[in-house]
């Protein structure tokens, strides 16, 4: 199976109270990040939000969607949100928050294993494709986001680890 560990860092000039909210509610996500096709929550979960269930549909650069569920795990406010992905997607993705003065810092950190058979069966070849299209995904996340914040993006940066 195709296994990926992306790691992607935001710094945008906003607070982190702020940008913790408008990552959280990822009902919106379609109204700014382009890349989000759709979002609906499935299970509510605790009070906390512990075993919300939401279902994501994405559309990259690349011909194709993904649509996946995701189940969030743990949530830490101000800190950290973190969630078990299922569909065709599996794995993990983990957002954490911190701030260095005006700058807050988002570190989205993605391990999953593709489960369609032609995205298994293309993966030695594809990997590099698959990686530019996740990179673009998250570059119109963070562009949307400081849109939608009216604040600067003062930087991303990516990383990829293939298994």
């Known amino acids: 199976m195709a296994a990926y560990h992306f790691v992607t860092f935001w710094h945008i000039e906003a607070p982190l109270d702020v940008v913790c909210a408008t990552i959280e509610h990822s009902l919106a996500w379609p109204q700014w990040w382009a890349c989000v096709e759709r979002v609906e929550e499935l299970t509510p979960g605790d009070a906390r939000g512990i075993g919300r269930v939401l279902r994501y549909t994405w559309k990259g650069r690349l011909p194709y969607r993904l649509t996946f569920d995701m189940c969030i795990t743990h949530i830490e406010p101000l800190v950290a949100v973190e969630g078990v992905a299922s569909g065709q997607v599996e794995g993990r993705g983990r957002w954490s928050f911190s ?10 950190e993605w391990q999953v294993r593709t489960t369609p058979l032609w995205m298994r069966l293309l993966a030695p070849f594809t990997r590099a ?4 299209n996740h990179d673009a995904v998250m570059q119109q996340g963070a562009e949307g986001l400081a849109r939608r914040l ?14």
């Open 129 to 132: 494709v698959f990686k530019w």
């Open 99 to 108: 701030s260095d003065a005006a700058v807050t810092i988002v570190r989205y």
């Open 150 to 163: 009216n604040a600067r993006l003062v930087g991303i940066a990516h990383s990829c680890a293939s298994t």
